[in-house]
């Protein structure tokens, strides 16, 4: 396949510079990892920066990339539901600098949530969604109250692992990721971890009507783990197989 560089790219977004990390390979078919609330682009235990090196290896470039206010890049964090201008800059400049004709985007929790929601507008030809959220951001904490500011701490609130007690329930993004879905005209896989809280949420939300007009269109995939960001060896080795499927049905001619 050839030798993989890695190299860092920064690129403009309403203002602000974002920095992101592109795993260099010859095909011109690429994935795009968008990364889940606050967390860097190199991912839990730099996971994704794994992932990417395994994915160019094979011969497909990929582009990572911090959003306005997190990690390297500048600008204010306004959260994965204002990353639709991010995740289009981020594309744009991934088509370019790595001269591919076809995108596939992944993301878990949030951003899984955020490409759903906004993949249109970046032109990504297929998505790989792992246990997307259905729940927006709640309103910040009291000072002092020893909850944690991070989207995974308001999902932890809200599958009550941490047991907090709050008067203020997160808003439902359920029927704003319902009407994504029915909208949507590229392919789309889901990718689930049977026993994770987020994803058994996902997969209930599923069932009801809003979702039926999008299941048909829907491929869902499932890994019996516990692991939201599929940490263990063989969720690593399962999440890589399912990435290089869709990878190889997008590949451009």
């Known amino acids: 396949m050839g030798a993989c560089v890695r190299s860092l790219i920064s690129f403009p977004c309403l203002g602000d510079l974002l920095i992101g990390t592109l ?13 889940e609330g606050n967390e860097i682009r190199s991912g839990p235990h730099r996971s994704m920066a794994q992932l990417a090196h395994r994915i160019a290896a094979a011969g497909y470039p990929v582009l990572r990339f911090d959003r306005r206010g997190v990690g390297d890049s500048g600008g204010s964090n306004g959260g994965f539901l204002e990353s639709s201008p991010d995740i289009a800059a981020a594309a744009v400049t991934f088509r370019r600098e790595a001269q591919l004709r076809r995108l596939v985007a992944f993301g878990n929790g949030d951003a899984a949530s955020a490409l759903m929601l906004f993949h249109a507008d970046a032109r990504i030809d297929a998505l790989l969604l792992a246990n997307p ?11 002092g109250d020893g909850a944690e500011q991070t989207p995974r701490g308001w999902i932890r609130q809200v599958i009550g692992l941490r047991g907090a007690r ?7 993004i359920a ?11 590229v392919p789309i896989t889901l990718l689930l971890a049977t026993r994770d ?12 009507p809003a ?20 940490a263990r060896t063989a969720d690593k080795a399962w999440l890589y197989e399912r990435v290089i499927e869709a990878l190889a049905e997008q590949r451009a001619p």
Not at 133 to 141: E, K, M, R
Not at 166 to 172: C, K, L, Q, V
Request: proline share 5%.
């Open 23 to 35: 795993d260099s390979a010859s095909g011109n078919t690429g994935l795009m990892i968008v990364s």
């Open 166 to 172: 709050r008067a203020d329930a997160p808003p439902s």
């Open 197 to 208: 809280a987020t994803a058994a949420a996902f997969a209930d939300a599923l069932h009801k």
């Open 133 to 143: 959220v259905t729940f927006g951001p709640v309103a910040p904490q009291e000072e």
């Open 211 to 230: 979702f039926a007009a999008a299941g048909t269109r829907i491929r869902r995939k499932q890994f019996d783990t516990a692991s939201h960001v599929f």
């Open 175 to 185: 029927g704003d990721l319902a009407d994504a879905l029915v909208k949507a005209e």
